[in-house]
């Protein structure tokens, strides 16, 4: 039996709830993305909520990271996500967001495939579940909207280009960008829909003034919503730890490697979980459109596909190490990441899904298959749900470890504006997170005199080993106490065995910053060599790490 377009959406809407409930139930137990999340965006907005600079001047600074972290570097107020963590709980504004995201998402990409792609109404159900799996897809979660609500603004963009006069349109656009980023998707996506409204002029169908008014409209709210990013970008003569940002270094053979790498996988800021169920649903499909000659009539599947893959390619030769010439004489290809227009490929990919479902639907005997290969993809997304796969990651309890750290505070006894900290083997975000003033940070805009301070600290260490060496020098967004023992990994639990004994820290550049305490998360053996002390080892069953207090003498 059929069930009706209503029945579906009621289903579809009931199936996110679910997808949603374990962040609602758990809540600081639920566990979450750590990556690009946890150790930096969730303290972000924290840090930011606590610094009383949320409309801080462009010059304005936040005392708590680094000395004087530039207040632009935590991004705009005029953001809807930054006033959630300032209004609610950690984990209520984050469940807010996942709902906003999700729910916002399906919505685009179901009146973007009705009313642009397939609108027989026969076709309800490849709607429908299409634009439920895209919905459940495990994005990043601070991108909110920035990839997840392209298909909204397509859908806008299309009904303007049409002709179409509606608020509703012009709604899309106005609110879209508060509650996304521009550099984070937006600007490629609104490069990909200038190009369009170009190709339209070379087609012979005029200037159409108001798609063209349209796209300039949506720029410019995103140029006043993102004002201190213009500001950083435009006028900021101060260098910053972007401009040792160092892309092209890959050979040949790599890049090749990466191009089919990202077209079969996909990236992990834009997870598109299609490798399994959707690109067999492509392939099949343009099988099915060579052997029965049907180019013309499913044009639009075959060139989303072939513009897939050339954006995967453009991913990937973006790091090829033959642009260095060009970065050398043209800066802005290092401090801007042109590589991101593959943020534009989960839209791609989940419309020639919708497409190459007709497509088989139309052409093959067994038609139910069509029917499970749905269902097969929103299961798939299902096992990508945060909960099931982060299971083996702390909580967001044990992770940022309140108490613990409360007992830390206590235990040092003086206000925590008086001294500076630093972190090894744990992620600075969880001392930020908890209120303490600290020397390291994961920021990718801060002051490049600040980097090269904080070398010295670390500089025999960085001297050890080549691979983080490299890391720092030639991106330094993770400005951490890097160590040649521990390399690239800064998560280590409780249980570990993990020692440090050939540790070679510069303590007197350390306490010229202001540096006087170091939270360990594995012992430091030959702790009197740097001028440590151990004061104390803190641990409580609630977090994940155990913490060796170390004191700079």
């Not at 139910?368 to 309890?397: C, G, M, R, S, W």
Request: glycine share 4%; charged share 15%.
């Amino acid at each position: 039996m059929r069930l009706s377009e209503k029945k579906q959406m009621i289903i579809a809407h009931i199936i996110i709830a679910i997808y949603l409930l374990p962040l609602l139930i758990l809540g600081e137990n639920a566990h979450i993305r750590v990556h690009d999340n946890l150790d930096s965006n969730i303290a972000w907005y924290k840090v930011l909520s606590n610094s009383g600079q949320m409309f801080g001047s462009i010059n304005a600074t936040i005392p708590q990271v680094i000395n004087g972290l530039p207040r632009n570097a935590l991004g705009t107020e005029y953001s809807l996500i930054v006033w959630l963590y300032y209004l609610f709980p950690t984990m209520i504004a984050y469940f807010c967001s996942q709902a906003i995201t999700r729910f916002v998402a399906f919505w685009g990409m179901y009146l973007l495939l009705k009313k642009h792609f397939i609108p027989q109404r026969e076709w309800t159900f490849i709607n429908v579940g299409v634009a439920l799996a895209f919905s459940l897809t495990p994005f990043w979660p601070s991108g909110m909207l920035s990839t997840l609500g392209m298909p909204l603004a397509l859908w806008a963009f299309l009904n303007v280009r049409n002709g179409e006069r509606s608020w509703k349109n012009y709604l899309v656009l106005t609110l879209l960008p508060l509650y996304s980023s521009f550099v984070l998707g937006f600007f490629f996506f609104l490069v990909a829909i200038g190009l369009l409204w170009i190709f339209d002029m070379i087609r012979g169908k005029g200037i159409n003034l108001k798609f063209l008014l349209s796209i300039v409209y949506m720029i410019i709210l995103y140029m006043f919503v993102e004002y201190r990013l213009v500001s950083s970008f435009l006028f900021s003569t101060e260098p910053n730890s972007r401009d040792e940002y160092f892309h092209a270094r890959l050979h040949l053979w790599r890049v090749i490697r990466l191009t089919f790498k990202n077209f079969i996988l996909g990236h992990t800021h834009v997870m598109s979980v299609h490798g399994l169920v959707i690109l067999p649903v492509l392939l099949l499909a343009l099988y099915i459109i060579i052997n029965r000659k049907l180019w013309k009539k499913e044009k639009a599947f075959w060139i989303l596909l072939v513009i897939n893959f050339v954006l995967s390619s453009w991913y990937a030769f973006w790091f090829y190490k033959g642009w260095y010439p060009l970065t050398v004489r043209f800066h802005v290809l290092d401090t801007f990441n042109f590589a991101r227009f593959h943020f534009l490929r989960p839209l791609i990919i989940y419309l020639g899904f919708a497409l190459g479902l007709k497509i088989l639907f139309e052409h093959i005997t067994l038609r139910p298959i069509v029917h499970f290969f749905i269902v097969a993809q929103i299961l798939l997304l299902f096992a990508f749900n945060d909960e099931i796969i982060h299971h083996t990651k702390p909580t967001v309890k044990q992770f940022y470890a309140e108490e613990l750290f409360q007992h830390v505070k206590d235990y040092i006894g003086l206000p925590v504006e008086e001294y500076r900290v630093a972190s090894i083997g744990i992620h600075p975000a969880i001392a930020q997170y908890n209120g303490f003033y600290t020397l390291d940070t994961y920021n990718n805009f801060y002051p490049l005199t600040y980097k090269y301070a904080f070398r010295r600290i670390i500089e025999k260490e960085l001297a050890k080993n080549k691979r983080i060496r490299t890391y720092f020098d030639e991106w330094g967004g993770r400005c951490y106490l890097f160590t040649d023992e521990l390399g690239k990994h800064y998560m280590f639990k409780k249980n570990s065995k993990q020692k440090l004994i050939n540790l070679e820290l510069n303590t007197d550049a350390f306490k010229e910053m202001g540096g006087r305490f170091l939270f360990s998360a594995v012992p430091i053996k030959n702790a009197k060599e740097n001028h440590l002390q151990l004061e104390k080892t803190f641990t409580n069953k609630d977090a994940a790490w155990k913490i060796y207090l170390y004191k700079a003498r």
